[in-house]
């Protein structure tokens, strides 16, 4: 079965300071990737997503993330933090065709003043 | 991109009672999913709600517990029936963008607290 793991439950940064938050999937091919960030109070809004082409991915707040094969990763970055990106950010699975999204726990990222 | 309303946003509800959930999207939508977030938690799917036939559920929830509407191709209701303390959590409508990829659009959630 997919799964998904995001091994931070809780990140702190200071603003302006690059960020990196990790994700691993387990699964046997090439799945849809997808980060989303949740503020506090809202739904989930889309950050960014990989399907296939180039592995380097930009999203919107300045976002992007590199999809690793090799590593079964999917890592989302940010090279300087702003307050207002604190969120609970989650990373998710789907294969194609399946139409279901595999989330996994979800990293808290709290931004230093 | 679709949007989506969910009613009501929260609500503090008694053990025992029940509360429906409304998801309302503003276009046409083959297919909606309903998720719960219990609280410091991911996302886990519930069921998913097809129109014109009976929602499909995930390993762990039965419709006697969480039954759904989906009456039509813009509205689904998700009630959570004799709620219980753990039954506090937000949950979430959602729809996907393109077929085939599982990607998503969610509604902003509906927060119970079960007391």
């Known amino acids: 079965a997919q799964s998904v793991t995001q091994p931070d439950i809780h990140i702190t940064v200071s603003e302006g300071a690059s960020l990196e938050l990790r994700c691993n999937y387990s699964y046997g091919a090439t799945p849809y990737l997808f980060w989303y960030v949740q503020s506090p109070g809202q739904g989930l809004q889309l950050l960014l997503k990989?399907?296939?082409?180039?592995?380097l991915v930009q999203g919107i707040k300045g976002f992007e993330a590199e999809f690793k094969r090799s590593q079964s990763s999917f890592n989302l970055r940010k090279p300087s933090v702003h307050w207002s990106d604190a969120a609970e950010y989650f990373c998710?699975?789907?294969?194609?065709?399946?139409?279901?999204?595999?989330f996994g726990q979800g990293t808290r990222l709290t931004i230093n003043p | 991109s679709a949007v989506i309303s969910q009613k009501p946003s929260r609500d503090i509800c008694q053990r025992g009672t029940s509360l429906t959930i409304q998801c309302q999207v503003d276009s046409q939508v083959t297919m909606m999913f309903w998720y719960r977030q219990q609280p410091g938690q991911s996302l886990t799917l519930i069921a998913t709600a097809n129109q014109g036939s009976e929602a499909t559920y995930e390993s762990g929830f039965v419709i006697d517990k969480f039954p759904i509407s989906r009456p039509n191709l813009t509205f689904s209701t998700l009630t959570v029936s004799n709620m219980s303390p753990e039954d506090s959590s937000i949950y979430l409508c959602?729809?996907?963008?393109?077929?085939?990829?599982?990607?998503?659009?969610f509604g902003e959630g509906s927060r119970l607290t079960v007391l």
């Open positions: 959602s729809t996907p963008t393109e077929q085939g990829t599982g990607e998503l659009f």
């Open positions: 998710a699975v789907s294969i194609w065709g399946a139409q279901k999204l595999v």
């Open positions: 990989y399907f296939s082409g180039d592995t």
